[in-house]
């Protein structure tokens, strides 16, 4: 038998856990939901829609470094706290990330927020899908907000640039680990975004991020979780960079990683929107 789903308020939390905090003062709850293109879906408009009782908007795409080509590259700490403080969220809060998808782009936001310094931060498990299957509250109203001081403490051990990856590469020193399809990571898909070439980083291993989940997006046991890396190939006493299209299914890794207690991970920021884009970098099909 599994060992029984734990509530971890540092990474993962059940609609159960949630429910029961859900008049807590200090906790604070945001929908990061987001979207490719072709889901011709509207994060913004299905928030304003129906969203859990005092969640407040994170827009993956604004919150973010608007001075890179690249997109929703990590924001600089500065713009982070204006945010943040903005959205009413500060020091000493419980914060709860969900998504419209199930798990998909929380994990972005949960690394996001540990990249700054906090770590009183989770993911709801199976996100807003399984809040509104299990028949539990949604508003359409936005939160009254106030203003809370936040301070930060970035974390440049858990982010990676394309110098760094490349490196690491090379030297055999991480595993560099591969969120995307298995089409996409072998060559044989395009790649969603224009003008970038099939295929992945040599040496990295393919582990879809959809597989490290259920049906219903919640994440697999522990147990399972770990298989999984070890049958796609990865050596867990090593360092582990994850990487994906854009950084943000990369983060569904680094949760999975953090919650099988493999600490030593960082996410490859550019991710496959840089690497893909530089034909003097090396690329591995199959």
């Not at 991970?265 to 970098?281: F, K, T, V």
């Amino acid at each position: 038998m599994p060992a029984a789903f734990q509530d971890d308020p540092k990474t993962l939390v059940s609609t159960e856990w949630l429910a029961a905090h859900l008049k807590d003062p200090d906790l604070r709850i945001l929908d990061a939901s987001w979207y490719m293109p072709a889901q011709n879906r509207d994060a913004k408009a299905e928030y304003q829609a129906a969203h859990i009782p005092g969640a407040r908007f994170f827009d993956i795409d604004d919150i973010s470094d608007q001075r890179s080509a690249l997109p929703h590259m990590a924001p600089p700490p500065e713009k982070f706290i204006s945010r943040m403080r903005a959205m009413g969220v500060g020091d000493g809060h419980q914060v709860v990330v969900y998504d419209g998808s199930g798990l998909f782009s929380a994990a972005r936001v949960w690394w996001t927020f540990r990249l700054m310094g906090k770590l009183d931060v989770a993911v709801l498990d199976g996100g807003l899908p399984k809040w509104q299957a299990e028949g539990r509250e949604t508003e359409d109203m936005p939160p009254i907000v106030k203003d809370r001081h936040m301070t930060t403490s970035r974390q440049n051990h858990l982010v990676k640039d394309v110098t760094q990856v490349a490196h690491a590469a090379k030297l055999l020193e991480a595993e560099i680990v591969d969120a995307r399809s298995a089409a996409r990571f072998s060559g044989e898909a395009p790649e969603p975004r224009p003008g970038l070439r099939a295929g992945h980083i040599p040496g990295s291993k393919n582990v879809p991020f959809a597989s490290v989940l259920n049906g219903d997006g919640t994440m697999k046991p522990l147990e399972e979780i770990k298989a999984i890396f070890s049958q796609a190939g990865v050596d867990l006493s090593k360092p582990v960079i994850t990487t994906c299209g854009s950084g943000v299914t990369a983060a569904v890794l680094s949760l999975a990683l953090e919650r099988i207690g493999h600490r030593n991970h960082s996410l490859y920021d550019g991710s496959w929107s840089e690497w893909g884009m530089y034909e003097d970098l090396g690329v591995e099909k199959g």
